[in-house]
C-alpha cells in the first residue's frame, strides 16, 4: 500500500528566502506524485506534478519538485517565497493511472515579513 | 463560474440530526469525489462516483450516504450526526475515474455540538 510522509507540520520562513518542504512516500511500484496547494479556506489547486520523463518538475509560480526515486522522495523547493505563499501545502501518491490519491499529512508554510 | 461548488460553506449542527452537503461541477467531468479533512489537516478519501455509480467507498460509517442523481452532482448525506463527524468536507471531480488531477471545491466546515 502506498503513504506519504511530509516530515514538518510547519515551516516558517521570511518573506524571500528560499524554502524547502519535505515528501517522502512509500510504495512497491512506480508511483505518481503530485503536489497540491491550500490558500486559507479555499480548497485544495494542483500546484505540480510528476508522471514521467524529466524528474524536476515547475509551477508557473516559482515553484518545483524534483523526483528521486532512490531516496523516495519529492521534495518541494521555493528560491525566494512572497507572502503570498503562504498557505497549506500537501504532497500526494498514486501507484498509477487508476488509482486514488493518497494525501500527506500537510505541510503549513508560513511567510513573515 | 465556480467550476466546482459546495454547499453550504459552514453548518452547525446538533448531535443526533441529519444533514446534507450539496455538490456540483460544470467541468463535464465524469467522476466526483469525497473526501473528509479532520482538524490535523488529513485529508482522506470517502467516496468517489463515476457517471453515478458508486466506485469506491471507503471505511466510513453506514450513516454516510452519497446520492448521486446525475454526473454533475454529488451530495453527501449524514444520519445521526456524531462529534467525531466535525470536519471539513471536500467534493472534487476529475476527468476519469482514478485520475490524479483533482478539481476541488472550497469545502464545507460542518461543526456537530
Redesign the interface.
Known sequence: AQSVTQLDSQVPVFEEAPVELRCNYSSSVSV?L?WYVQYP??????LL?Y?SGSTLVKSINGFEAEFNKSQTSFHLRKPSVHISDTA?Y?C?V?EN?????T?G??T?LMVKP | DTA?SQTPKYLVTQMGNDKSIKCEQNLGHDTMYWYKQDS??????MF?YNNKELI?NETVPNRFSPKSPDKAHLNLHINSLELGDSAVY?C?SSRL??????T????SRLTVL
Open positions: 505518481y503530485f479556506n479555499q480548497g485544495l489547486q494542483l506534478k508522471l497549506e500537501f500526494a498514486s493511472a487508476g488509482n486514488m490519491l494525501f499529512g500537510g503549513r | 466546482v490535523k489537516k488529513f485529508l482522506k478519501i468517489s469506491i471536500f472534487a475515474a482514478g485520475a490524479n488531477v483533482l476541488f471545491g472550497a469545502g
